[in-house]
Each structure stands twice: as C-alpha cells, then as structure tokens.
C-alpha cells in the first residue's frame, strides 16, 4: 500500500501563485508515476500533471503547460506542483495520485492506483 498526504492549496487572487505538496510513504518502491488531478463542480476529473518516480520525466496538459511546474524530491518522497499565473478556471479539487502502471504514462485518473485526499485551490478574478 502507499499513502498520499496533500498540503498546500487554498485561496490566491488570478495571476497568484500556490504550490501544493504530496507526500507517499509505504511501498513507494512500487510506483511509476505520481501526479495531479484536478476536478472543478459539475466536470469530469482531469489531468494536471505527473512526474516519473523514477528517471524524473514529466508530463502536463496543455492548460497548464508553461504556467505549471512539478518537480520531486527523491529523499523525502514528495511531489511538488508550483501553479503560476493562476487563473479562475484552475479552480478545483486537486488530488494527488499514484500510478503503478508499467510503460507510457496514461494520464487518465482510471490508471491510478492510488489517492490522495485533495485539496482546495481558488482563484478570486
């Protein structure tokens, strides 16, 4: 089992900036991929960005590409998401996610293994 602890989040003005923070502990040795999910009211969750646990490769989608950084700490276990230049519609749940999936990365949250409780993000416009 892994377990993933979220903090950070909370509410910033658009154009702000927040970095979230997920920490895994337990058999981390057995992941391939950690990231971030996001889900606003009324919409499917959706893909933000992941990080390969081992090797350091990311991944982003388009809406956040450029504004978004994830980054991981090997030591402490953690994965960080900087978020510049917020906007309204990155407004959301954001859930921490591990995937133990072998091979290419499938940035869908049906892959994942395992969660995170998740964390609120508003933006003021």
């Known amino acids: 089992q892994v377990q993933l602890v979220e903090t950070g989040g909370g509410l910033v003005q658009a154009g702000g900036s927040l970095i979230l923070s997920c920490a895994a502990s337990?058999?981390?040795?057995?992941?391939?991929?950690v990231g971030w999910f996001r889900q606003a009211p009324g919409k499917e969750r959706e893909f933000v960005a992941a990080?390969?646990?081992?090797?350091?490769?990311?991944y982003y989608a388009d809406s956040v590409k450029g504004r978004f950084t994830i980054s991981k700490h090997d030591a402490k276990n953690t994965v960080y998401l900087q978020m510049n230049s917020l906007k309204p519609e990155d407004a959301a749940v954001y859930y921490c996610?591990?995937?133990?999936?072998?091979?290419?990365?499938?940035?869908?949250?049906?892959?994942?293994?395992?969660w995170g409780q998740g964390t609120q993000v508003t933006v003021s416009s």
């Open positions: 996610a591990a995937d133990r999936t072998i091979g290419v990365y499938s940035r869908s949250p049906t892959t994942a293994d395992y």
């Open positions: 337990g058999r981390t040795f057995s992941l391939s991929y």
């Open positions: 990080v390969a646990w081992n090797g350091g490769t990311t």
